[in-house]
C-alpha cells in the first residue's frame, strides 16, 4: 500500500460531523450518523453503503458504484459530487460530497477514499444565493414565445432548472410563481404513478445516453392533472460527466383523451366484432396488400403472429366452387366499380367448412380511380346451418307426407280391393240355392282372406322399414353380409342352379343399418333367382368401389330384364309386376327402394329384355 498523504489515525474519527470513509479493499464504508440528523432518520439508519444507497435518488446510484468511484480516482486524488437522499417526508435534500485517496493499492488504485458532505439543499432552493444562469439571447427567447411548448434548463451542477414563460403558462402559473427546483418538480408537480419511470428514463439518458422522450402527468394551479410530453438532451463534458439538460414540455391532453376514447371505442367496436362475429378486411391495389382485422383472423381461425397472407393466398381459403363466386365479385367490384354481397363455404386456417357473408365495396382515389377493394366478412355458419337443417326438414316431411299419402292409398286400394270381395262373396253365399255352391264360395273366402293377411304383413313389413332407420349404423363388411345372404337363401340358389361371383376389394364395407342391407341384398339376389330365363342358370355378379367419394354397389344378373320404355315409372311401385308367367308380387323393389330413401341413398337401373338387369346402389 501507498500512502497519499497522512492518515487520519485520530480514535473517534468516524465521530466527526459529517465525515466518511471508504475501504476499497474490503468494500467497507463508514458514515457519520449526522447525516440521519440531516434527513430526520433514526440513529443509525444510514450506516453503511447499502443503507446509503437505499435512501439515493437512483439518478445518483451510479456515483456510488465501486468500479466508478476506483476508474474516477485512477488518476486523480481529489473528486467531488452531488447527490439527492431521501429524508424522512420523501423529499429530495441535496449533498456535495467531496473525497480524496488516503492509499493507493499495487496497481495505483484507490484502496482507502476519505471525505466529507455537505447539506447544500438551501443553495439549491434558493438560487439567488448562486450565480445567476446565462442571459438568454432575444432571438432564442423570441423563438421560445413563438412555439406552444414550454422550455426547460436543468443545470446539473448547481441543480437549478430554468423555465420559460409558457412552461409556466401550460401549467397555469405566472412567471416565478411556483419553485422551479427539480425536488419540487419530482416531489410536487410529477404524478407519482409516473415517477419511476421518469427517474428510470433520467437515468438511462444521463450515463448511458439512450433517448429522452416520455408522456407525463403534471399538476397544474387549477389542481388537475394533464398530459404532457417531454423530452430533453443532456450536454456532457470531456469526462464524460453530465453538466446540463435541456428540453421541452407540450400538453397533448387533448390528444390523450382522444386517443383514451378512440382506444374505448376501438374495444368496443371490437369486442362488438366478437360478439356479432364481423370481421373487416380490404385490399390494396396499388401494393397489392391484404388487411384482415383481429376479428376476421378469429374467422378465419388464422393465428394472430403470422401475417397477412396474399390476396391470391386469401383466395386458396375458399373451396372451388365459393372461389369463383368471390372471384367474379371482386373482379366486377375492381372492373365496373359494384358493390357486392354474397354468401359462401369457406376453409379455415384449421380445415374447418364454415359459412361466411362477404360484403365488399370499392375505393376510389380523389381522381376517381379504383385503388382497392373494402369490406366486411360475417360467420353465418350458425345460421345457415339452421337454414339448411330447416331445407333438409322441410324435404324431409315433404317427402314424408309423399310417403304418407302414398301408403295410405296403397292401403286403401289394397284393402278395398279385398274388402269388395269378401262383400261381393258374402252376398252371394246368402242368395246360394246348394250346399255346394256355399262351399265353393267359402273356399274364395279362404283365398280372399289369406290374400288379405299377405297384404296386411306386408304394409307392415314397411312400418317396419320406417322405424329401424333409427338404428345406429355400423361397418358392414360386404362379403360377410353376402355370406349371410346366401345362407339364408341356401334353397333357392341350389334349386336354381344359380352362380354368385363378387369382387369388393375396391371397396371392402360401407357404414349402415344392417337390417336394410340385409333386406336389399336378400330381395335383389331372390328377384335374379325368380326372373331367371327358362332352362337357363342364373349368373350374378357383385362389385362394390368409390366414385366421386361415394361408396358403389352394383348387382348385375343375365335374367329376363325389364321393358324399361314400358314400366320406367312402375319399377318401385307397390304390386307392380313385369312378367305374367312369374309368381312375383311386386313388393320387393318397393321395399327396397323405401329402405334407401329413407338413408338417403339412390337406386338406378339399367336393363334390357332377354338380356339381363344391373342395379347401381349409391350410399
Not at 144 to 150: D, L, N
Not at 279 to 301: F, M, N, P, R
Amino acid at each position: 500500500m501507498r500512502a497519499i498523504r497522512e492518515p487520519w489515525n485520530r480514535e473517534g474519527y468516524y465521530d466527526i460531523p459529517n465525515f466518511w470513509a471508504w475501504d476499497l479493499t474490503s468494500n467497507t464504508f463508514s458514515i457519520s450518523d449526522n447525516v440521519n440528523a440531516i434527513l430526520s432518520l433514526p440513529s443509525q439508519t444510514i450506516n453503511n453503503l447499502d443503507t446509503l444507497k437505499s435512501r439515493l435518488f437512483s439518478i445518483d446510484t451510479k456515483w456510488l458504484d465501486f468500479n466508478i468511484v476506483k476508474e474516477l480516482t485512477k488518476n486523480e486524488n481529489y473528486f467531488e459530487q452531488k447527490i439527492r437522499l431521501y429524508n424522512a417526508e420523501g423529499n429530495f435534500q441535496f449533498f456535495q460530497i467531496n473525497g480524496y485517496v488516503e492509499l493507493r493499492d499495487a496497481l495505483n488504485y484507490a484502496a482507502l477514499v476519505k471525505g466529507t458532505f455537505t447539506h447544500i439543499s438551501y443553495l439549491v432552493e434558493h438560487p439567488e444565493k448562486l450565480p445567476q444562469p446565462p442571459v438568454h439571447k432575444t432571438e432564442f427567447e423570441l423563438i421560445i414565445k413563438g412555439i406552444e411548448a414550454g422550455i426547460w434548463d436543468w443545470d446539473l451542477q448547481y441543480d437549478t432548472l430554468w423555465w420559460s414563460s409558457k412552461f409556466y403558462e401550460l401549467l397555469g402559473y405566472q412567471d416565478g410563481e411556483v419553485n422551479t427546483s427539480f425536488n419540487a418538480f419530482f416531489n410536487s408537480l410529477l404524478h407519482q404513478d409516473d415517477r419511476r419511470k421518469v427517474e428510470k428514463l433520467l437515468e438511462e439518458h444521463l450515463y448511458e445516453r439512450k433517448p429522452y422522450k416520455t408522456e407525463i402527468r403534471l399538476l397544474c394551479r387549477s389542481g388537475e392533472y394533464k398530459w404532457f410530453q417531454t423530452s430533453g438532451q443532456a450536454l456532457w463534458n470531456s469526462e464524460g460527466k453530465p453538466i446540463k439538460m435541456a428540453g421541452s414540455i407540450i400538453d397533448i391532453t387533448e390528444t390523450v383523451n382522444h386517443r383514451s376514447a378512440l382506444l374505448k371505442n376501438e374495444f368496443l367496436l371490437n369486442e362488438s366484432a366478437k360478439l356479432a362475429r364481423i370481421g373487416a378486411w380490404e385490399v390494396d391495389l396499388i401494393t397489392q396488400k391484404v388487411y384482415w382485422s383481429e376479428s376476421t383472423k378469429a374467422i378465419y381461425e388464422y393465428p394472430s403472429y403470422l401475417e397477412t397472407p396474399s390476396l391470391q393466398e386469401a383466395l386458396l381459403y375458399y373451396p372451388e366452387a365459393s372461389r369463383d363466386i368471390f372471384s367474379k365479385a371482386f373482379n366486377e367490384s375492381i372492373a365496373l366499380g359494384k358493390s357486392f354481397d354474397i354468401s359462401c363455404e369457406f376453409l379455415t386456417y384449421a380445415q374447418n367448412k364454415i359459412w361466411v357473408r362477404v360484403i365488399g365495396s370499392p375505393l376510389f382515389d380523389i381522381q376517381g380511380t379504383i385503388i382497392g377493394v373494402r369490406g366486411v366478412i360475417k360467420n353465418i355458419d350458425e345460421e345457415k346451418q339452421k337454414e339448411l337443417f330447416l331445407q333438409d326438414s322441410l324435404k324431409i316431411i315433404h317427402e314424408q307426407n309423399r310417403k304418407l299419402v302414398n301408403f295410405a292409398h296403397i292401403v286403401s286400394h289394397n284393402l278395398r280391393s279385398h274388402t269388395g270381395n269378401l262383400e261381393m262373396v258374402s252376398n252371394f253365399i246368402e242368395e246360394c240355392d246348394t250346399e255346394y255352391e256355399q262351399r265353393l264360395l267359402l273356399d274364395n273366402v279362404k283365398q280372399i282372406s289369406k290374400q288379405l293377411s299377405e297384404t296386411i304383413a306386408q304394409l307392415n313389413e314397411v312400418l317396419v322399414t320406417q322405424s329401424q332407420v333409427q338404428q345406429p349404423k355400423v361397418r358392414i363388411c360386404f362379403d360377410d353380409i353376402l355370406t349371410k345372404v346366401k345362407s339364408m337363401i341356401q334353397s333357392e340358389l341350389v334349386l336354381s342352379g344359380a352362380h354368385i361371383k363378387s369382387n369388393f376389394t375396391r371397396c371392402e364395407s360401407v357404414y349402415y343399418i344392417p337390417a336394410y342391407l340385409e333386406s336389399i341384398l336378400i330381395n335383389l339376389l331372390s328377384n335374379a333367382i325368380q326372373f331367371r330365363k327358362p332352362a337357363m342358370c342364373p349368373e350374378i355378379t357383385l362389385s362394390s368401389w368409390i366414385e366421386n367419394n361415394k361408396i358403389i354397389l352394383q348387382i348385375e344378373d343375365n335374367g329376363m330384364g325389364i321393358d324399361l320404355e314400358k314400366y320406367k315409372y312402375k319399377l318401385f311401385g307397390m304390386h307392380h309386376t313385369f312378367h305374367k308367367h312369374t309368381s312375383g308380387k311386386g313388393f320387393g323393389l318397393f321395399l327396397i327402394k323405401n329402405q334407401l330413401d329413407l338413408m338417403g341413398s339412390k337406386i338406378e337401373v339399367e336393363s334390357q329384355e332377354n338380356i339381363g338387369t344391373t342395379f347401381k346402389i349409391t350410399f
